[in-house]
């Protein structure tokens, strides 16, 4: 005799135990007389159709009619029993398929014991590690890490920076322009980014003095590839302005710098130099860390400081006042406060530090090349 869901008259607790307990002991009943998968089919369809089924019944006969301060308690057991129907009904049909042979759970079968996929573990790139390397010294000093788009203006990448509307830099032969861009005033015209420092101008512009940050990023320009140049490598640059700010300052922070990253035993010597968007501007030079600053490797001559025992490794200088009248209206007030800027090549880094000949091999995407980092 199949299970009828009753209509309850008492909501009461005991009541509402009592009717469950009939339910679930009809639905044992039916569940042990199902033996083959057409008769599941009929069995499941009676208890949890949509239209009529037992589950539906139960939401009508029973919750919807149950007084206002049952409900809850209603609510609950039916929830209940709805997930004991379907854990009921689920295991019916298992017994359906088991009892033709167990062929399913033998084809299902899984050997524990064999070993694992092994998923061999990712390297960072030596330029990445580089890069991030030279990024956690700055930090370390209290610099912030700033970023910015590699698709900039001609405004921030050099009219701000303070390159004369004439300057090498300027020419085709050395920067990468996006095209179509004629129609547009020169300050508007896109191009990829020769350097980071625009981040520099953008970062004035939106953070008030003072200010001491690193910026990290990829930078273009027109060079065919070979063995030292890339169109694309990567630069750190960093930034600090304060009142008072001196080249003292800038010495002690980048040999503090280059200590950390190539060992306390490094010197560091600086040079004068030019950039526009720094005065003065200097080169700085560290003791060869290949050959700790002797120019030879046994008998043999160091190739990568050319037997001189220096390596240049950055340039820097104080910022140039002109650069500072660009963001005045910003609190840069030339009269009132300095700063000193540097920027280095992480490509250039890595290739010293890791002994690598040809900056081609960090962009080929040779694996045999990249799993040496790891
Ligand atoms: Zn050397």
Redesign the pocket.
């Known amino acids: 005799m199949a299970y009828k869901v009753p209509r309850l008259a008492d909501f009461s607790p005991a009541g509402l135990e009592t009717a469950a307990r009939e339910l679930l002991g009809a639905l044992e009943a039916e569940a042990s007389s199902v033996g083959n998968e057409t008769e599941w089919k009929i069995f499941r369809d009676r208890w949890m159709a949509r239209k009529s089924g037992v589950l539906t019944l139960l939401n009508d006969l029973w919750l919807k009619a149950a007084p206002q301060e049952s409900k809850r308690e209603v609510g609950q057991c039916v929830n209940q029993l709805k997930a004991r129907v379907e854990v009921g009904v689920e295991a019916a049909l298992e017994k359906v398929h088991g009892g033709a042979g167990g062929s399913q759970l033998l084809a299902e079968r899984v050997d524990i014991t064999l070993p694992g996929i092994r998923r061999p573990s990712g390297a960072e790139h030596p330029v990445i590690k580089t890069l991030n390397e030279i990024v956690s010294v700055f930090r370390d000093l209290g610099y912030s890490v700033e970023e910015g788009p590699v698709v900039e203006t001609d405004y921030y990448n050099f009219e701000a920076l303070n390159f004369p509307p004439h300057h090498p830099a300027r020419d085709m032969q050395d920067t990468l322009f996006i095209a179509g861009q004629a129609a547009k005033a020169q300050c508007d015209r896109l191009l990829l980014r020769t350097h980071t420092s625009p981040v520099q101008i953008r970062t004035m512009e939106k953070m008030k003095p003072p200010l001491r940050i690193v910026i990290p990023g990829k930078v273009h320009r027109n060079d065919p590839p070979d063995a030292s140049h890339s169109p694309m490598f990567h630069q750190v640059e960093g930034l600090a302005v304060d009142t008072n700010i001196t080249f003292a300052d800038l010495k002690g922070t980048l040999d503090h710098a280059m200590k950390s990253l190539f060992g306390s035993s490094v010197k560091t010597h600086f040079r004068p130099s030019f950039f526009p968007f720094t005065e003065p501007s200097a080169e700085m030079m560290v003791t ?1 860390f ?2 700790g600053g002797s ?1 030879r490797r046994g008998p043999d001559p ?1 190739r ?2 050319k037997t001189t ?1 220096w390596i240049e490794i950055l340039g820097c200088g104080m910022v140039d006042p002109n650069v500072f009248e660009f963001v005045k209206d910003n609190g840069y007030d030339p009269k009132k406060v300095s700063g000193f800027a540097f920027g280095m090549g992480a490509d250039r880094i890595a290739i010293l530090k890791y002994g690598v000949d040809d900056i081609q091999l960090f962009f080929n995407g040779d694996v045999r090349f990249l799993e040496q980092w790891r």
Do not use: E, L, R, T
């Open positions: 060869c290949i050959c120019g160091c990568p400081c025992g």
